[in-house]
Each structure stands twice: as C-alpha cells, then as structure tokens.
C-alpha cells in the first residue's frame, strides 16, 4: 500500500530563509505525487504535483519540489520565506482505485515564519 | 469556474444523531470524494463516488455512507454519531482520468458532544 512519511511536525525558519519541507513515500507502482497547503480553518489548496514528467516540479508561490526516484523522496522547497507562507503543508500520494485514485496524506508540516 | 463549495460550515451535533453534509463539485469535475481530518492529523480518504457509484471506500464502519446525484454534487451521511467523529469533513473533486489531482472544498468542521 501507498504510504507517505513527513519528517518534522514542525518546521521554523526567518524570514528571507530557505524553507525545506521533507517527504518519503512508499510506492508498489511509479507514484503520483502531491504537495497541498492548509491555511488555518481552510481547505486543502494544491501547491504542485509531480506525474513522471520532469522530476524538478514547479508549483504555485514560488515553491518547487524534486522527485528522487533512488531516496524514494519528494521534498518541498522555497527559496526565500514570506510571512504568507505560514501554514500546513501536506504531502499525498495517488493511490489507484477502480475508477479512479484516492490520495495517502501524510502527517502535515507546521511552517512557522518568524519576522 | 466555479470551485468545490461544501455546506454548511460548521454543525454541532449530540452523540447518537444523524447528519448529512453536502458537496457540490468543480465544475466539469465527474468524480467526488470526501476525507475525514481529524485535529492535528492527515486527511484520511473516506470513500470516492464515480457516475453515482461508490468506488472505493477507506477504513471506515457502514454507518458512513454517501451518494453522487447527476449533477455530480455529493452528500456524506454519518449515522450514530460517536464522539470521535468530530473533525474536519473535505470533498475533493476531480476529473477521470485527468491528472490524478484533487480539488478540496473549504470543508464542515462536525463537532460531536
């Protein structure tokens, strides 16, 4: 089965700093992989995904994620941090249904960005 | 494009009731699921509803139990509510076929006592 593991509950960085947000999965089949954010009392908004194109993913609000195939790994990263980017940040993978797929969500990333 | 809207927003219900929640998906968006987040947790994937069809369900008992009308839009039932039922409810829409990507709507946040 599909699995997702997110390394750190809790990540703080200044901000201007490099966010780097940190994502294994485990995958029986090549993955379709998923970067979403939660802004507090909100829904889930897709950053970027990844489907077996370019394995350097560019997504919304200057985030980029990289597919390594070999560290089974998908980390999300942002040059520079803006206030705005407080919030949860979730890694999912596709796993196939019938018809269809469902999403493996991980944990969830809490990025704090201190002024 | 009218994007994924869910109601209502926020519901208090006592153990043992009943609720329905309601989703209504993105526009051309054939396929509907729901996910249940409880506090501080991952969205756990629910069950997933295709030309009105149950495809796919999670780990979750028969008391959760849902329907897709022909226009797409979805409701989610929860019978005998129990305590650790309140969460966060999310429907998500997607397209067959199209990219494997879902598209999340504001959510119900159920709170049970």
């Known amino acids: 089965a599909q699995s997702v593991t997110q390394l750190g509950s809790h990540v703080s960085v200044s901000e201007g700093a490099l966010v780097l947000l940190r994502c294994n999965y485990s995958?029986?089949?090549?993955?379709?992989l998923f970067w979403y954010v939660q802004y507090p009392n909100q829904g889930l908004q897709l950053l970027l995904k990844?489907?077996?194109?370019?394995?350097l993913v560019k997504g919304i609000n200057g985030f980029e994620a990289e597919f390594k195939k070999s560290e089974t790994s998908f980390h999300l990263t942002k040059p520079s941090a803006h206030m705005s980017d407080a919030a949860e940040y979730f890694c999912?993978?596709?796993?196939?249904?019938?018809?269809?797929?469902?999403?493996?969500f991980g944990a969830g990333t809490i990025l704090r960005v201190k002024s | 494009e009218t994007g994924v809207t869910q109601s209502p927003t926020h519901l208090i219900k006592t153990r043992g009731q009943q609720v329905t929640l309601r989703c209504s998906s993105q526009?051309?968006?054939?396929?509907v699921s729901w996910y249940q987040q409880a506090l501080g947790q991952g969205p756990q994937f629910i069950f997933q509803?295709?030309?009105?069809?149950?495809?796919g369900r999670g780990n979750f008992p028969p008391r959760f139990s849902g329907l897709q009308f022909p226009n797409y839009s979805s409701e989610l039932n929860v019978n005998a509510l129990e305590l650790d039922d309140s969460a966060l409810y999310l429907c998500?829409?997607?397209?067959?076929?199209?990219?494997?990507?879902?598209?999340f709507g504001p959510g119900t946040r159920l709170t049970v006592t």
């Open positions: 990844y489907t077996s194109a370019a394995t």
């Open positions: 995958s029986s089949v090549p993955p379709y």
């Open positions: 509803y295709y030309r009105e069809e149950e495809n």
């Open positions: 998500a829409s997607s397209l067959k076929g199209a990219g494997y990507e879902q598209y």
């Open positions: 999912a993978v596709s796993d196939h249904l019938e018809y269809g797929n469902k999403l493996v």
């Open positions: 526009s051309g968006h054939n396929t």
